[in-house]
C-alpha cells in the first residue's frame, strides 16, 4: 500500500515538473513582463515623488529613504525590496540635495569591509527594520553617495 502511495506520488510529481518544463518559455516571459511593468511603475512613483515631496514641495533626499522605508514596512516579500530600490533610485536622481545626506556613508565597494557592514546594521537598527530588504536601500545609498552607476 505505501509502495503504491509512493509510486504515484512520483508520477504525480512528474507530471508536474513536466508540465512546467514544457511551459517554462511562457511563464518566464509572463514574469518578466510583468517585473517591467512593476519596475516601470515603481520608478514613475519615485519620480512623482521627488517631484511633489509631501506637501506639493519637492522632496529632498533624506524625505525619499524615509518614504521607501516607509512603504517598505510590513512588506518581507522579495518583490518589495526590488520595488522600493527601483522608487529610491529614481527619487534620489530628481530629488533635491540633503544637507549632510552623504556624510558618514562608506564609499562603495565590491566586498563590503566590516566596519561597512557595522553601518548597514547600525542604519537598519536606527530605522527598526530588520532583514536584507533594509541593507539592500542602504546599499542603494551608498551607491548614490559614491556616484556608482547601478544597473538593474
Known amino acids: 500500500m505505501i509502495k503504491k502511495i509512493l509510486l504515484l ?11 512546467f518544463w514544457f511551459n517554462r518559455e ?9 517585473r517591467q511593468q512593476q519596475s516601470a511603475l515603481f520608478d514613475l512613483q519615485g519620480t512623482q515623488f521627488a517631484a511633489s515631496g509631501n506637501g506639493g514641495n519637492n522632496a529632498d533626499q ?18 518589495c525590496t526590488l520595488n522600493q530600490a527601483i522608487f529610491l533610485k529614481s527619487c534620489l536622481a530628481t530629488a533635491q540635495k ?12 565590491e566586498k563590503l569591509s ?12 536606527n530605522e527598526n527594520i530588520n532583514g536584507e530588504g533594509c541593507r539592500f536601500l542602504y546599499k542603494r545609498k551608498i551607491h548614490y553617495c559614491s556616484g556608482a552607476t547601478i544597473n538593474q
Not at 506520488?9 to 508540465?19: G, K, Q, Y
Not at 511562457?26 to 510583468?34: D, I
Not at 540633503?98 to 565597494?109: A, I, L, Q
Request: charged letters at 25%; glycine letters at 4%; hydrophobic letters at 35%.
Open 26 to 34: 511562457q511563464w518566464l516571459s509572463e514574469f518578466n513582463q510583468e
Open 114 to 125: 566590516t566596519d561597512d557592514k557595522q553601518w548597514l546594521k547600525d542604519s537598519c537598527w
Open 9 to 19: 506520488s512520483l508520477v504525480a510529481i512528474a507530471i508536474a515538473m513536466a508540465v
Open 98 to 109: 540633503s544637507e549632510r545626506f552623504c556624510d558618514g556613508v562608506p564609499e562603495y565597494k
Open 62 to 79: 533624506q524625505q525619499c529613504v524615509e518614504e521607501s522605508f516607509k512603504q517598505m514596512k510590513g512588506c518581507f516579500e522579495f518583490s
